[in-house]
């Protein structure tokens, strides 16, 4: 009996530390104007997915048919791009310099949240 309420004693106050520390992440990314990561935090914490992107527009426009979601993206792009000629493989690079990356990376400028 002992046990057992050392056991829930011990499960409550680490998911108490837990929350805690999520919550703390959050209040940081909000703070330090990280919007976008705020809210990415509160999706997790909530049980939102942050992977998916698609979802609600598949289930309200497509009655949940990810297939048919699917070609019409395809359909739509190679319409975009169906007068594009095909790139020369010569041209491109077999291997880009992981210093150029950091340098891309560094210049992506993020979304603000409302």
């Keep these: 009996m002992i046990a057992m309420r050392h056991n829930a004693k011990l499960n409550y106050i680490l998911k108490q530390k837990y929350y805690?520390?999520?919550?703390?992440?959050?209040?940081?990314?909000?703070?330090?104007?990280h919007e976008m990561h705020a809210w990415r935090e509160v999706?997790?914490?909530?049980g939102q997915s942050v992977n998916e992107?698609?979802?609600?527009?598949?289930?309200?426009?497509?009655?949940?048919?990810?297939?048919?979601?699917?070609?019409d993206v395809?359909?739509?792009?190679?319409?975009?791009?169906?007068?594009?000629?095909?790139?020369?493989?010569?041209?491109?690079?077999?291997?880009?310099a992981i210093d150029r990356m950091s340098l891309l990376y560094s210049r992506i400028k993020y979304r603000e949240q409302p």
């Design 20 to 33: 805690k520390r999520r919550a703390q992440k959050i209040n940081f990314y909000a703070e330090s104007s």
């Design 43 to 46: 999706k997790k914490l909530t």
């Design 74 to 96: 395809n359909n739509f792009l190679k319409s975009v791009s169906g007068g594009l000629q095909p790139l020369d493989k010569g041209v491109i690079p077999d291997v880009i």
């Design 53 to 71: 992107p698609f979802v609600a527009l598949i289930h309200t426009s497509y009655d949940g048919d990810l297939q048919h979601f699917c070609n």
